[in-house]
Structure formats: C-alpha cells, structure tokens
C-alpha cells in the first residue's frame, strides 16, 4: 500500500505537458508564409512588367510607374492585324504539336526498350541519348544551314520550310522524352503486362492497352516539356528561315519594326510576347499534377 501510494504521490507531482493537437501541429509560420509571398512576387513581378508596358503606347512607354497611366490594347489589336504575326502562330503551333508528337510516338517506343528489355550497353545508350542535351544549338546551326540550304542527291532544300525546323528540333526534343518515359515505365509492373499476354494479347497490344495508359503521367509531363521548348526556341529558327513562310513566333518577334527605322517597337514586342506566354501559362497549370508525377518518377523506391 505504501509503495502504491508513493507512486499516486509521484504521478501528481510530474508537470502535466500539454497534448499539441493535429491542428496546432500542422499550422504554418506566419514567417514561411511571408517568404512565399515575397519568391512569388520576385517570379511574377517581370511577366507583370511585360504585361505593364504592352498596355502602353508613344510617350506612355517611358513612364516606369507600377500602373500604366492610359492603358490601350492598341499593341495586341496591331499585331493581330498583321499578318506576318498571325502566320508565325500558325508556323509555330505546326512546328511545336509535330514535334511533340513524334517525340511522344517515337521515345515511347524506345523508352520501353531501355526500360524492360536485356541487353549489353543499355546504361551507354542511354547516356549516349542524353549527351546529346548537353550540346548548344548553336553546334549544329551552322552544318544545318549549309546541309538544308544544298540538300546532296537531288533532295529538294529543307531550308525555310517547316520540315526544316522540325527535324532539327526533334533531335533536342527527343533524348528529353525518352530520359522522362524511362524512369516513368520502370515503375509499371511487368506482371501487368505478363497477364495480358496471358489472356492472349499481343506485346504490341499489351503495350498499347496496359502500359501507355498507366505511363499517362509520364506523357503528359514529357510532351509538356517538349512543347515548351520546341515554342521558346530561336537560335535555329532564326538561323533555318529567311521569310514569314515558315518562321515561327520568336523569330517573327525579333524582326518587329516600328513607324521609324531607328525606334525599337517595345510595346508590340511586349504584347506579342504576352500572347505567346500565354499558351504555356495555361498549359502548366492545367497539367501541373501530371508535371511533378512525371517528374518524381522513380525518384523514390519502396
């Protein structure tokens, strides 16, 4: 009895801690909130400062206040009506969808190979394949521009036509889908696959109805990509073109001229930019959770 209650008398003499609910846990700093605050505006403040000086026209442009004073859409109306620009839209949604199409068809395949077959030399391909991102655009500029400009064997000229464009930007565009689809398809388990060839179905078949739709994620974070990179390019394209016929958007926007030879256009250079940013805006924050699942494939086992 003594020792029981020597044990009650030391239970009430322990300070009681107070339980933290799940709620109090999981609050946030107000200080963490203030520094997202602060990186959000860091990363918006230029899209917006773009946005500012599209709305602003003759002396307006030299006025650095935050709000335009005279806001006008005559930029966005200027370069809708002209038609070198409405082409160049035209130019770069062909050039950017085949792109990413064959990117997506073609890597598929040969990401599938890389990630369930046997065979010697597989790690090296596959370095092999992403060395190639790591060379500038500007090393292939050149001998493309001689190659497409006097195509060899009679060939017709790839020079200033969308071919033209397409080829050299699926050869960056590429290695990109197949390192995504690689690490995404060896998350798949192969006994998926291993019962619909069981139940009669072709590898191609199995390939096709079990393996694509479950590698949506992965897709979609490679065409994605691939799209925005074959939009944003411009070395090549200004280097391969020579006219509106098949000159994309960026380059159209570096010939922009202005009602004089020596004043810079700045607010249609501004507007066109704000209508071309605009397409992979929504494309991110539409297919943002496909974006990060594709990306942190194979990032974590077990």
């Known amino acids: 009895?003594?020792?029981?209650?020597?044990?009650?008398?030391?239970?009430?003499?322990?300070?009681?801690?107070?339980?933290?609910?799940?709620?109090?846990?999981?609050?946030?700093?107000?200080?963490?909130?203030?520094?997202?605050?602060?990186?959000?505006?860091?990363?918006l403040?230029?899209?917006?400062?773009?946005?500012?000086l599209s709305l602003k026209t003759g002396a307006d442009l030299g006025d650095s206040s935050l709000i335009p004073p005279n806001p006008t859409l005559k930029n966005?109306?200027?370069?809708?009506?002209?038609?070198?620009?409405?082409?160049?839209?035209?130019?770069?949604?062909?050039?950017?969808?085949?792109?990413?199409?064959?990117a997506l068809v073609v890597g598929s395949?040969?990401?599938?190979?890389?990630?369930?077959?046997?065979?010697?030399?597989?790690?090296l391909i596959l370095a092999?394949?992403?060395?190639?991102?790591?060379?500038?655009?500007?090393?292939?500029?050149?001998?493309?521009?001689?190659?497409?400009?006097d195509m060899p064997?009679?060939?017709?000229?790839?020079?200033?036509?969308?071919?033209?464009?397409?080829?050299?930007?699926?050869?960056?565009?590429?290695?990109?889908?197949?390192y995504i689809l690689v690490s995404f398809f060896k998350e798949i388990p192969k006994d998926l696959e291993e019962a619909a060839l069981v139940d009669g179905a072709t590898h191609f078949?199995?390939?096709?109805?079990?393996?694509?739709p479950l590698a949506a994620p992965g897709l979609a974070t490679a065409g994605i990509l691939t799209f925005i990179a074959t939009w944003n390019e411009?070395?090549?394209?200004?280097?391969?073109?020579?006219?509106?016929?098949?000159?994309?958007?960026?380059?159209?926007?570096?010939?922009?001229?202005g009602s004089t030879q020596f004043e810079i256009p700045y607010g249609t250079i501004t507007a066109a930019s704000v209508v071309i940013s605009v397409p992979l805006i929504l494309l991110v924050l539409l297919f943002q959770k496909r974006i990060v699942a594709g990306l942190t494939a194979g990032a974590v086992k077990g």
């Open 205 to 212: 078949t199995a390939f096709r109805k079990v393996v694509v």
């Open 234 to 257: 411009f070395l090549l394209a200004i280097t391969l073109t020579s006219s509106p016929k098949a000159r994309p958007v960026p380059a159209a926007i570096a010939f922009f001229t």
């Open 45 to 52: 403040f230029p899209f917006y400062w773009l946005i500012n």
């Open 109 to 123: 395949f040969c990401a599938y190979a890389l990630a369930r077959l046997r065979f010697r030399g597989k790690f």
């Open 76 to 102: 966005y109306e200027s370069i809708f009506n002209n038609s070198d620009f409405t082409k160049a839209l035209r130019n770069s949604a062909i050039i950017s969808l085949s792109t990413t199409a064959l």
């Open 153 to 178: 064997f009679g060939l017709p000229e790839l020079f200033n036509t969308i071919p033209g464009l397409i080829i050299p930007n699926l050869t960056f565009a590429l290695p990109l889908a197949i």
């Open 128 to 149: 092999l394949v992403l060395s190639i991102t790591t060379f500038p655009a500007i090393a292939i500029a050149a001998p493309l521009f001689r190659l497409w400009s």
């Open 1 to 43: 009895m003594a020792t029981e209650a020597a044990v009650a008398d030391q239970a009430k003499a322990r300070p009681k801690t107070k339980k933290k609910t799940p709620r109090a846990e999981g609050r946030t700093p107000w200080w963490m909130w203030l520094a997202v605050a602060a990186i959000e505006i860091f990363c």
